[in-house]
């Protein structure tokens, strides 16, 4: 993973190079849009886009459904960054990649980060197609990306004040703890049940160590999950990866437009 100095330096050299080649010097917040979530782009903003594989230390995403490109856009007041494609630990790659995105939009100026993710939902009255704010999360990884090492509070890590402010875009949002696995696989159906007693809402493979990375960097963050199919168990159905991408096509829009009142709200 490197030292800090030297996760620290490639971030600031990510963030130098994407300031170039977007013509803007700093940005305000980022978005990242989690497996799915690459439809609703268009409806935050169209502008410059950057290959994530141009920029220093960036891998590109080998699971379809994530890109790899970091979209420049202004929206309202805001200069920010949308981050097409994420790295995840399954495809084998260390937790300093995983959260080289986080840490280069902190290094790009960014206050506030907005994770967005495809997740499982656990808890009855969930729905496929429901958006979930994030109110909490249980790293389930084993690991952390402050190895090296930093004690960070992650108190009110889900920034309340945000999800107060999605709130007043739309009343009937729901809030859930997130359960973040290593994957690739999905729960097993005892899995999911202990999960469920463990105080879990919401069940994926992604955004807590991004999180973690973002607080330890002083980003306010806000966590969202579009729930792309119940949990292992729930239905009596298989769960696939084809069913999470079309799920998250069909609310591409609705999200799209949630997210950018969002963004000029934050
Ligand atoms: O389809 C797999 C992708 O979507 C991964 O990137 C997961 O983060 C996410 N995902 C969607 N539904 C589930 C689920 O039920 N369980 C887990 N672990 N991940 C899910």
Request: glycine share 12%.
């Amino acid at each position: 993973t490197g030292t800090k100095q030297d996760t620290q330096a490639l971030a600031t050299a990510a963030a130098e190079a994407l300031a170039e080649r977007t013509a803007t010097a700093t940005h305000d917040l980022a978005v990242v849009l989690g497996s799915g979530w690459r439809p609703a782009a268009d409806e935050i903003g169209t502008g410059t886009e950057v290959a994530m594989s141009d920029l220093p230390g960036f891998t590109p995403p080998v699971v379809e459904g994530h890109g790899g490109a970091i979209r420049s856009i202004e929206v309202g007041e805001k200069r920010v960054l949308l981050l097409l494609g994420r790295t995840h630990r399954y495809e084998g790659h260390s937790v300093g990649q995983v959260v080289h995105g986080v840490r280069t939009a902190a290094a790009a100026g960014c206050r506030t980060i907005v994770l967005t993710n495809a997740a499982g939902g656990m808890r009855q009255g969930f729905t496929v197609g429901q958006p979930v704010m994030i109110s909490d999360h249980l790293n389930l990884t084993a690991t952390s990306p402050l190895i090296g090492a930093q004690f960070v509070d992650l108190t009110d890590l889900y920034s309340s004040r945000l999800r107060e402010v999605a709130r007043s875009i739309d009343p009937s949002l729901q809030e859930g703890v997130y359960a973040g696995l290593p994957g690739p696989h999905f729960e097993t159906p005892a899995e999911i049940r202990m999960l469920q007693t463990m105080g879990a809402d919401l069940v994926g493979m992604s955004t807590v160590l991004e999180a973690i990375a973002a607080r330890a960097a002083g980003v306010e963050v806000f966590g969202l999950s579009l729930v792309t199919n119940l949990a292992a168990g729930l239905t009596g159905e298989p769960l696939n990866h084809i069913e999470v991408l079309e799920a998250g096509q069909r609310s591409a829009a609705q999200m799209g437009k949630l997210l950018r009142e969002l963004v000029i709200r934050a």
